[in-house]
């Protein structure tokens, strides 16, 4: 049985602490989307081109700034919707294109802030944000364990994650892995079971809430 992230968790969380050197700005990243991430290629086969085409992803930052802009300990939040399965770097060829995304600042963050943020967002995703259709503030709450595997992200009423570990239980063809890497460029990722995923918001023409699926990471990030 391939259960890889359940050994995974705790070494990682040591690495998470310790940004690399020369970092501009570095924190926690948290991803979920409409699909399994961890899987085996037969639950793969059966969703693609049918789920997987919404994600939410946060930033948290920790450390640093962008564009001159100090950050640290605000977050952004960049929700997604596209044309087909969410899956770059996949097993199979899928064209998600386009892809239109809504992206929610921190509503503690001023307007350099906010820009700086929205900048940031844009640089780190940047097939993802194309289409931008709405950008807002609101109040973020978001808190990564990674050594229990619980990433738990709240914008508002907008947008939500909450994750748990990744447990024996969850394996179910027995030859699951990570399937789909995650969406933006980031270190020590780990999947995890999402508990719940919601996106409530304007911009989309679509809302969604999604539990139950092995669908997240959580993650850290510097650049």
Same mark, same amino acid.
């Given at each position: 049985? $391939?259960?890889?992230?359940?050994?995974?968790?705790?070494?990682?969380?040591?690495?998470?602490?310790?940004?690399?050197?020369?970092?501009?700005? +570095?924190?926690?990243?948290?991803?979920?989307?409409?699909?399994?991430?961890?899987?085996?290629?037969? *639950?793969?086969?059966?969703?693609?081109?049918? /789920?997987?085409?919404?994600?939410?992803?946060?930033?948290?930052?920790?450390?640093? +700034?962008?564009?001159?802009?100090?950050?640290?300990?605000?977050?952004?939040?960049?929700?997604?919707? @596209?044309? =087909?399965?969410? @899956?770059?770097?996949? +097993?199979?060829?899928? /064209?998600? =294109?386009?892809?239109? /995304?809504?992206?929610?600042? =921190?509503?503690?963050?001023?307007?350099?802030? %906010?820009?700086?943020?929205?900048?940031?967002?844009?640089? +780190?995703?940047?097939?993802?944000?194309?289409?931008?259709?709405?950008? #807002?503030?609101?109040?973020?709450?978001?808190?990564?364990?990674?050594?229990?595997?619980?990433?738990?992200?709240?914008?508002?009423?907008?947008?939500?994650?909450?994750? %748990? #570990?990744?447990?024996?239980?969850?394996?179910?063809?027995?030859?699951? =892995?990570?399937?789909?890497?995650?969406?933006?460029?980031?270190?020590?990722?780990?999947?995890? *079971? $999402?508990?719940?995923?919601?996106?409530?918001?304007? @911009?989309?023409?679509?809302?969604? #809430?999604?539990? @139950?699926? %092995? /669908?997240?990471?959580?993650?850290?990030? #510097?650049?």
């Amino acid at each position: 049985m $391939t259960c890889k992230p359940l050994l995974l968790a705790g070494c990682l969380t040591i690495l998470a602490a310790t940004p690399g050197f020369g970092a501009e700005i +570095s924190g926690e990243y948290l991803e979920a989307r409409s699909c399994d991430v961890w899987t085996g290629p037969c *639950f793969a086969n059966g969703e693609i081109g049918l /789920s997987g085409k919404e994600a939410v992803l946060a930033w948290k930052v920790d450390k640093g +700034s962008w564009q001159g802009v100090e950050l640290k300990n605000l977050s952004a939040v960049l929700v997604i919707k @596209g044309e =087909d399965t969410l @899956g770059f770097g996949g +097993s199979f060829r899928i /064209s998600p =294109d386009p892809i239109e /995304s809504v992206i929610l600042v =921190d509503k503690k963050a001023n307007q350099q802030q %906010r820009d700086a943020l929205v900048a940031f967002v844009k640089y +780190s995703a940047k097939k993802l944000t194309q289409h931008v259709k709405r950008v #807002e503030s609101t109040d973020i709450q978001f808190k990564n364990d990674h050594v229990e595997g619980v990433g738990v992200l709240k914008a508002g009423d907008l947008a939500e994650i909450e994750t %748990r #570990e990744l447990r024996h239980g969850d394996c179910i063809c027995t030859n699951e =892995d990570i399937f789909y890497p995650p969406l933006t460029d980031v270190d020590n990722y780990h999947p995890a *079971f $999402t508990k719940q995923l919601k996106y409530t918001g304007k @911009g989309l023409n679509q809302t969604w #809430e999604l539990p @139950g699926q %092995r /669908s997240a990471f959580l993650a850290t990030f #510097e650049k």
